[in-house]
C-alpha cells in the first residue's frame, strides 16, 4: 500500500511541478512532446493500480471461495439466495438491507446501524457499481457484490468512512422493489 500511496503521490507531484512551469511562463508554448509523456506516465500509473486492486479482489475471491460472476465493468456478483419478487429496473424505488465490507473483512457500514437504503434504480447518487450490482438482481434476492474503487467511491472515498481507492465489498438483501 506505502508504495502505492508513493505512486501516487509521485505522480501528483509531476502534474503539480508542470502546472507551475506553464503558470510561470504562461506565454511560452509547451513541447507536446513533453504533454504526451506526462500523459503516458498517467496512464501507466493507472493501469499499475487497476491490476493492483483486481489482483486484491482475486485474492478476497479466493480466500473466501466465493463463485462470483463478472461484469464487463470490473464488478462481481453472487447471487446466494434467489428471492421470487419483481425485477430491479431502473426507474424504480428499491429498499435494501446491506452490509458493508472493506477487503480486510471490517464492517464499514450496515442497515442494522444506518437504517435500510432507499434509492431510485439509476437515479441516484449510490456508486454506480452498487447500482449495476442491485440492476441483477430482484425482490427476495440476497447476494455479495464486489465493487471496484472506479465503481465505488474513487480516489476521495466518502469523505467519512470509506477511505481513497477502497474497494467495496456489499452483502445485499433485496427487500422491496417498488
Known sequence: MKLVRNLIVLLLAL??????????NPNSKQDPSSDTQVKESLEKANRYLVNEEEEE???YVRRHQLEMVSTGTGLRY???EEGKG???????MVTLDYVLYDLTGDVVYTSETEGPMHFVVSKSEVPSGLDEAVRLLREGDCAWAIVPSH?????LGDQKSVPSRATLIYLLKVKKVE
Request: with cysteine.
Open 86 to 92: 419483481k425485477p430491479v429496473e431502473p426507474g424504480k
Open 78 to 80: 453472487q447471487v446466494i
Open 151 to 155: 465503481l465505488g467511491y474513487g480516489i
Open 57 to 59: 479482489i482475486d485474492n
Open 15 to 24: 502534474v503539480w511541478c508542470s502546472c507551475q512551469e506553464q503558470q510561470q
